[in-house]
């Protein structure tokens, strides 16, 4: 099994640029979820995804979109790329929604860096 | 709303002294609290989370919920404990994480 898997590792856009981070699991996981993590405030929740075709908000929606047509990916797209989005993003994955206890696995991460 | 506190960015021990890494909590209803670790050039990890009880690579971590604290700790820390450490609140789907506590132990 590879995990979670993200690519790329590393990104420089220009402001106002699009584009997608890429995240996959082969453990059958119903439950998807994207972080930023930024020095001093630890990883802030961005969207989330129980299962295919069902998404929902975290803490630090805006400026992403996700999508989730298939149980093994979970896209994170940045339509118009700002400053403030410069950060490390996680992918993480676990076995259900509904079962909180379940143990997150994330991915390497991605670093974004947004001129 | 869900809160978590950890009052220590930086935290520094020798070798076999006992340490304690704090992470207090601001939530309604009945919380489940978890501790991740991430290793230099590692991915982030989980530790131990509170409804198992359990005793990870000799951390342990007690929920007080009269004081809202899920403090790590450890009774000889060793220099592979070395890293960042986040304390971290389910509630149904959305997780929250404190802001880390980077641990340092020198020999």
């Known amino acids: 099994n590879a995990g979670v898997t993200q690519t790329p590792k590393f990104q420089v856009l220009k402001t106002g640029q699009s584009m997608t981070l890429q995240c996959a699991q082969d453990?059958?996981?119903?439950?998807m979820s994207w972080y930023r993590q930024d020095p001093g405030m630890g990883l802030r929740l961005i969207h989330y995804?129980?299962?295919?075709?069902?998404?929902d908000q975290g803490e630090v929606p805006n400026g992403y979109n996700v999508s989730r047509s298939t149980t093994e990916d979970f896209p994170l797209r940045l339509l118009s790329a700002a400053p403030s989005q410069t950060s490390v993003y996680f992918c993480?994955?676990?076995?259900?929604?509904?079962?909180?206890?379940?143990?997150?696995?994330f991915g390497p991460g991605t670093r974004l860096t947004v001129l | 709303a869900q809160r978590v506190t950890q009052p220590e960015k930086l935290l520094s021990v020798f070798k076999g002294a006992p340490v304690e890494l704090k992470c207090n909590y601001s939530?309604?209803?009945?919380?489940?609290l978890f501790w991740y670790v991430q290793y230099s050039r590692q991915r982030l990890q989980l530790l131990l989370r509170h409804i198992s009880r359990e005793s990870i690579k000799g951390f342990t971590a007690d929920l007080n919920k009269g004081e809202t604290s899920f403090h790590l700790k450890k009774p000889f820390a060793q220099e592979e404990d070395s890293a960042m450490y986040y304390c971290?609140?389910?509630?149904?789907?959305?997780?929250?994480f404190g802001a880390g506590t980077r641990l340092t132990v020198k020999p």
């Open positions: 939530y309604s209803g009945s919380p489940e």
């Open positions: 993480a994955s676990r076995l259900s929604g509904s079962r909180s206890y379940n143990e997150q696995f």
């Open positions: 453990m059958n996981h119903e439950y």
């Open positions: 995804s129980v299962g295919a075709g069902i998404t």
């Open positions: 971290a609140l389910m509630n149904n789907n959305d997780m929250r």
